[in-house]
C-alpha cells in the first residue's frame, strides 16, 4: 500500500494489539514480520506506531519470542540521505577501549521516544556521554562568544587546560572538551578519541548539532550518524521498548555488537 496506508495500517494494529484476544489474531494474520519492517525502515508515524504495536503484542511472552525472532531475520536498511551517506558505519570493528559522545537533539521530555537518553542507557554511561544530561549555560563569554557554536569550543580552550568544563561555560566549549583527548572517558584510555553518534532526527540535523559535526571534523573524530524519526508517543503510552527495539538493529547495523564489546568499563 501507499506510505499513508502503512502508516495508518500500523496506527490501528496498534491499538488492536492492547487486547489480549486480539493479539492472537494479528500473530496468526502474519503481521508481526511487516511489522518489524516498519520499525526498521518506516518513516515516522510507521516507525512509531510499529514500536507501540510490537511493545504490545510483546507482553505476550510466546508472541515476544515471534518478534525477537522476525528482528533477527529483518536486518536494518539504512535510508538514502546525504549525512547517512557521508557517515554510513563505523568501519572497523569495535574495540573494548571506545566511547562515544552523542549528538543529538534535547528529548528528555518526550513521550516514549527519548531516543537519546535511550541510547546512553544502551551503551552504557560508563563509555558514553549525553549532553542532555547536563543543564549548560548559554552565557556568553564576554568579547569572545555568543554562545551560539560558531565559536566551534575554543573560546575557553585556554581556561580547560587546568580544569574541565562546568555548567557556567560555553556549551560548545564544553563539548569539543568531551570530543577531545583530555575528557575523563578519554584519559582513562590513554587519551582515545570518541565515536561521535549523531542522531540525525527527520533527515534534519539541528542547528547545535551542524556545529558539533564541524568540531568532529576538526579534531579528526569519527562520526557515525543514527537516522531516526523524532516521534513523540501520546495516545499509545510509554513505548520505550519498541524504540529500544529499532535503535538496537541500527546501532548493530552501525558498530557491530556494541553490547559484547566494553560495556562494563
Not at 510483546?58 to 528482528?71: I, L, Q
Not at 542532555?132 to 551560539?148: A, I, L, Q, R
Not at 516521534?231 to 558498530?255: H, S
Amino acid at each position: 500500500g501507499s506510505e499513508e496506508a502503512k502508516a495508518k495500517a500500523a496506527w490501528a494494529l496498534s491499538n488492536l494489539a492492547a487486547n489480549d484476544k486480539i493479539k492472537a489474531w494479528i500473530v496468526e494474520a502474519g503481521a508481526i514480520a511487516p511489522l518489524v519492517g516498519l520499525l526498521a525502515a518506516g518513516a515516522g508515524e510507521q516507525q512509531a506506531f510499529a514500536a507501540t504495536a510490537l511493545e504490545q503484542l510483546s507482553k505476550n511472552p510466546a508472541f515476544g519470542a515471534k518478534v525477537e525472532a522476525a528482528r533477527g531475520c529483518t536486518p536494518y536498511q539504512p535510508k538514502r540521505n546525504e549525512l547517512e551517506q557521508k557517515y554510513p558505519k563505523l568501519l572497523r570493528r569495535l574495540e573494548k577501549d571506545d566511547h562515544f559522545v552523542l549528538s543529538v537533539k534535547f528529548t528528555k521530555n518526550r513521550k516514549g521516544n527519548r531516543s537519546a537518553e535511550i541510547l546512553h542507557e544502551m551503551l552504557g554511561p560508563h563509555r558514553t556521554y549525553n549532553p542532555n544530561n547536563f543543564d549548560k549555560s548559554c552565557k556568553n563569554v564576554e568579547g569572545v562568544c555568543e554562545s551560539t557554536g560558531s565559536c566551534l569550543g575554543v573560546c575557553q580552550e585556554e581556561l580547560f587546560k587546568t580544569r574541565a568544563p562546568t555548567i557556567d561555560d560555553c556549551w560548545a566549549s564544553s563539548y569539543r572538551w568531551h570530543l577531545g583527548p583530555k575528557s575523563a572517558r578519554a584519559r582513562k584510555r590513554k587519551g582515545r578519541l570518541p565515536i561521535m553518534l549523531q542522531l540525525l532526527e527527520d533527515g534534519a540535523l539541528g542547528e547545535g548539532q551542524k556545529w558539533e559535526e564541524k568540531m568532529a571534523e576538526e579534531l579528526g573524530v569519527t562520526v557515525v550518524t543514527i537516522d531516526w524519526a523524532g516521534f513523540v508517543l501520546n495516545q499509545a503510552g510509554n513505548a520505550e521498548k519498541g524504540v529500544r527495539m529499532a535503535l538496537d538493529q541500527q546501532l548493530r547495523y552501525k558498530l557491530g555488537p556494541y553490547d559484547e564489546v566494553g560495556n562494563k568499563h
